[in-house]
């Protein structure tokens, strides 16, 4: 009987770049996505581009008789939960629509994969959780064992469903689960048919350079240069290639299904998935103007709420115990990032 990799959210930006790397790698997998902030184009296009037929539900995690269907009509070794709303700054202004959809949907997810016995958990976290490392000594780069302290809804989210993974995996034998803390994917797939399609003004630093470049957006806003500790006054992150975090998926997948636990709990263990290095915005503005030969006109303005100053990941412990490490430059990011912008100017073609 085929076994199957469920992944929520796989139509999505992170998701459907992870469907690609999972059918490369000899994977099956299904899809199952509300298509709230997503389009079902993308998963054409990962069919596409791996010759290969995935299946894709729409539905909402909070639906759990819907996804318990799911669950009885595959059979399901793996599940990668990307589902989720993402926006801090609109985490802040309808913060139980995000607990209900993160959370609830979350505890759903366990719930259903407990009552089918389904064993792997890949779960879908950010740096976020964290909030403001620099107040630590020694915590930049970020180590796993950082203190968490999430400044917003949205980062709360995130954190508190790590701790449920954390409480059921402690009472549940049959459960491993891989914690993934994210730090800040960018690009697009080289091959320029799959990207990150914001619905609206985009909230991030990238997908908003590129609408600027190609002349949706006239000018790109700083958000403060005044940040003491940066070599420029622009806030520091650690950009990765979604492609590099999407095969950081496979290798997870690969470390728990070597995992044996003891009988008595399962397994839960976190790890940053980061390159090391960190780059200012000025740093980011520069390697797009170099990879695309396009100038990117801005202006300086206020600091937006809830940014800190420095989020770059130490990721020794997943090149360590995932054997997973980035390959690809931040340029490399930005020029996959022009070539799907190009490509696809109005990204799926939703209404913006
Ligand atoms: C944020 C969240 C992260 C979340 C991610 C995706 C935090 C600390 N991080 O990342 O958890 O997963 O969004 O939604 O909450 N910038 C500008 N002008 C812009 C946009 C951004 O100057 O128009 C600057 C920001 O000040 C920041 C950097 O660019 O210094 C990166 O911002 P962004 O791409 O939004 O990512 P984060 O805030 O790091």
Redesign the pocket.
Request: hydrophobic share 40%; glycine share 10%.
């Given at each position: 009987m085929t076994e199957y990799v469920l992944v929520t959210g796989g139509a999505g930006y992170i998701g459907s770049h992870t469907v690609v790397e999972l059918a490369n790698g000899g994977y099956h997998t299904i899809v199952v996505d509300n298509l709230c902030n997503s389009s079902e184009e993308s998963i054409r296009r990962v069919e596409e581009l791996t010759s290969t037929k995935v299946p894709f539900i729409k539905l909402d995690l909070r639906d759990q008789e819907a996804l318990d269907k799911v669950f009885t009509d595959y059979n399901i070794k793996s599940v990668i939960h990307f589902a989720g709303l993402?926006?801090?700054g609109e985490s802040t202004k309808i913060p139980l629509e995000y607990y209900d959809c993160n959370v609830t949907g979350a505890v759903n997810l366990l719930k259903v994969m407990q009552a089918h016995k389904v064993p792997n958990f890949v779960f879908s976290s950010?740096?976020?959780v964290y909030g403001d490392a620099t107040k630590y000594e020694n915590m930049i780069p970020i180590p796993e064992e950082c203190p968490t302290g999430p400044?917003?809804p949205?980062?709360r989210t995130k954190l508190f469903i790590e701790d449920i993974i954390r409480d059921a995996a402690s009472a549940d034998p049959n459960l491993k689960a891989a914690i993934l803390r994210?730090f800040?994917p960018i690009g697009a797939h080289p091959s320029g048919r799959i990207g990150e399609d914001p619905l609206g003004i985009p909230?991030?630093?990238?997908p908003?350079i590129a609408q600027v470049a190609v002349g949706r957006r006239e000018k790109?806003?700083?958000?403060?240069n005044d940040y003491e500790g940066s070599p420029d006054g622009?806030?520091i992150?650690d950009y990765i290639h979604v492609v590099d975090l999407a095969k950081g998926h496979l290798a997870a997948l690969s470390k728990l299904d070597s995992i044996k636990t003891d009988g008595i709990q399962g397994f839960v263990r976190e790890w940053n998935l980061g390159s090391g290095k960190g780059s200012t915005?000025f740093d980011i503005i520069h390697a797009f103007e170099r990879a695309t030969g396009k100038t990117i006109p801005y202006d300086v303005v206020a600091r937006?709420n809830?940014?800190?100053l420095d989020?770059t990941a130490k990721p020794t412990r997943a090149n360590i115990e995932l054997k997973w490490e980035v390959q690809l430059s931040v340029e490399q990011a930005c020029r996959d990032l022009w070539n799907w912008t190009t490509k696809n100017p109005l990204g799926y073609g939703h209404e913006h």
């Open positions: 993402k926006a801090v950010s740096a976020t400044m917003s949205y980062g994210y800040n909230n991030n630093l990238l908003f790109l806003q700083v958000f403060g622009t806030p992150r915005v937006r809830g940014d800190v989020l």
